[in-house]
């Protein structure tokens, strides 16, 4: 008999952060994930997470509000329907709801977990096999203070952790985030690539003139310096400066890839699982980009080792992560709700290989950290 989605349960687990992690729109201690528990027939538990940064600061789902839909409007539509057809549960969530990404990545990651354990294979190997199975890290700089900012990135070199760095910038006047970035970039030399992450926080104007000032201080990448819907003004600063960009926020879609591509833009894309809506749609993201020779970076949404994980198998399939990965979440959290933690280790980290997600919910922290 074919197994059917018996219950959905979605919890919020709050997880202090190691220290303050400062965004150009908001300062993180905590961060909050939803839990996904999705519960099948024939006994098998597929595990999911849909997790965002700064409340609403950030964009227009919350914690709280990706637990409500699900809760209200999504588990609904899923309960009762086959477990294992994962594509016609993306095409019933979307045929029924707008918008939603990250609760809709949750269920989608939770439908391939259950998946893949039901068959005996890793998330990976459902999406047709690993290509590599250790992705190279990078580490976001964002204690706020240089001297801090510093001492991190050194100490992270000597651990051979990381060795590649993003600073969060956007929130200070321009000459101050300059001189921040260019003094980090001159403390580091050569050890490291050092590349920023202005969230959107710049007009044209100002990236015209900060985009010039980081690629003297021999900055290697520039993350969406202006708003995610001003894709011309993007393709514009892509082809004024030889320092690349990275588009984040203004590719959330295949169709923003391609959009971009028509356009002229050149540079690199970030996939992100949460902001497309599942795996499925942040590797659509990735095809326009091989097509059109646009690299690649693997995003996070400082997810957990839940959604973390989900990530990694879905880039581990790709054949080449030109930039990269920020797959550092669980690292910025002082606990953990699974039994074993990813394995970090040689400036990168490594896909976990047991069936599904490869994870396993630690039952006694879960309960300690969920929300009362
Ligand atoms: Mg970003």
Same mark, same amino acid.
């Given at each position: 008999?074919?197994? /059917?989605?018996e219950?959905? !349960?979605t919890i919020?687990v709050?997880l202090?952060?190691i220290?303050?992690?400062?965004?150009s729109?908001t300062t993180?201690?905590?961060?909050?994930?939803v839990?996904?528990?999705?519960?099948?027939?024939?006994?098998?538990?597929?595990?999911g997470e849909?997790t965002?940064? =700064?409340?609403?600061a950030?964009g227009?789902e919350?914690?709280?509000s990706?637990?409500? +839909?699900?809760?209200?409007?999504?588990?609904?539509?899923?309960?009762?329907?086959?477990?294992?057809n994962v594509h016609?549960?993306?095409a019933r969530? +979307?045929g029924h /709801?707008?918008?939603n990404?990250i609760? *809709?990545?949750a269920?989608e990651?939770a439908?391939?977990d259950?998946?893949g354990? #039901?068959?005996?294979l890793?998330?990976?190997?459902?999406?047709?096999g690993?290509r590599?199975?250790h992705?190279p890290?990078l580490?976001t700089?964002a204690? =706020?203070?240089?001297?801090?900012?510093?001492?991190?990135?050194?100490? #992270?070199l000597?651990q051979?952790r990381?060795c590649?760095f *993003?600073?969060k910038?956007?929130? +200070?006047?321009?000459?101050q985030d300059?001189?921040?970035? %260019?003094a980090?970039k !001159?403390?580091l030399g050569?050890?490291a690539s050092? #590349?920023?992450d202005?969230?959107?926080?710049?007009d044209?104007?100002?990236?015209? @003139?900060?985009i010039?000032?980081l690629q003297? %201080?021999g900055?290697d990448l520039?993350e969406?310096?202006i708003?995610? #819907?001003?894709?011309?003004?993007?393709? @514009?600063?892509?082809?004024?400066f030889?320092?690349?960009?990275?588009?984040?926020e203004?590719?959330?879609?295949?169709?923003d890839?391609l959009d971009l591509?028509?356009?002229?833009f050149?540079?690199a &894309? %970030?996939?992100?699982i949460?902001?497309?809506?599942?795996?499925y749609?942040a590797?659509?993201?990735?095809?326009?980009?091989q %097509?059109?020779?646009i690299?690649?970076?693997?995003?996070?949404?400082?997810e957990?080792t839940i959604?973390?994980?989900a990530s990694?198998h879905?880039?581990?399939t790709?054949?080449e992560?030109?930039w990269?990965?920020?797959? &550092?979440g669980?690292?910025?959290l002082?606990?953990?709700?699974?039994?074993?933690?990813?394995?970090?280790? !040689? &400036?990168?980290?490594?896909m976990?290989?047991a069936?599904?997600?490869g994870i396993t919910l630690?039952?006694e *922290?879960?309960a300690?950290?969920?929300r009362?």
């Amino acid at each position: 008999m074919t197994p /059917v989605i018996e219950t959905i !349960e979605t919890i919020l687990v709050d997880l202090p952060t190691i220290r303050p992690h400062k965004l150009s729109m908001t300062t993180m201690a905590c961060q909050t994930m939803v839990i996904v528990r999705m519960r099948h027939s024939d006994g098998i538990e597929g595990l999911g997470e849909g997790t965002t940064i =700064g409340g609403l600061a950030y964009g227009p789902e919350s914690p709280e509000s990706i637990k409500r +839909n699900i809760d209200t409007y999504l588990a609904p539509i899923l309960v009762g329907q086959p477990s294992g057809n994962v594509h016609t549960m993306r095409a019933r969530l +979307n045929g029924h /709801v707008r918008g939603n990404n990250i609760a *809709k990545s949750a269920l989608e990651t939770a439908l391939l977990d259950a998946q893949g354990k #039901r068959l005996g294979l890793s998330l990976a190997e459902l999406l047709g096999g690993a290509r590599q199975t250790h992705l190279p890290v990078l580490w976001t700089l964002a204690s =706020g203070d240089t001297r801090k900012d510093i001492d991190e990135a050194l100490s #992270r070199l000597d651990q051979r952790r990381h060795c590649d760095f *993003k600073l969060k910038i956007g929130s +200070n006047p321009l000459d101050q985030d300059v001189r921040h970035v %260019a003094a980090i970039k !001159e403390a580091l030399g050569e050890r490291a690539s050092v #590349r920023v992450d202005v969230n959107q926080a710049w007009d044209e104007r100002t990236a015209v @003139r900060g985009i010039q000032l980081l690629q003297e %201080a021999g900055i290697d990448l520039i993350e969406q310096a202006i708003p995610a #819907r001003e894709h011309a003004g993007l393709i @514009r600063l892509a082809n004024r400066f030889n320092v690349p960009m990275l588009a984040d926020e203004g590719v959330q879609d295949a169709r923003d890839a391609l959009d971009l591509v028509c356009g002229g833009f050149s540079g690199a &894309f %970030a996939l992100k699982i949460s902001k497309s809506g599942g795996i499925y749609s942040a590797l659509e993201v990735a095809h326009v980009a091989q %097509a059109a020779g646009i690299g690649l970076y693997g995003g996070t949404m400082l997810e957990g080792t839940i959604g973390t994980a989900a990530s990694l198998h879905a880039w581990a399939t790709l054949p080449e992560m030109g930039w990269g990965t920020e797959m &550092f979440g669980p690292l910025l959290l002082k606990d953990d709700i699974v039994v074993e933690p990813l394995n970090y280790h !040689e &400036f990168g980290v490594e896909m976990p290989m047991a069936p599904g997600l490869g994870i396993t919910l630690d039952e006694e *922290k879960l309960a300690h950290y969920s929300r009362k």
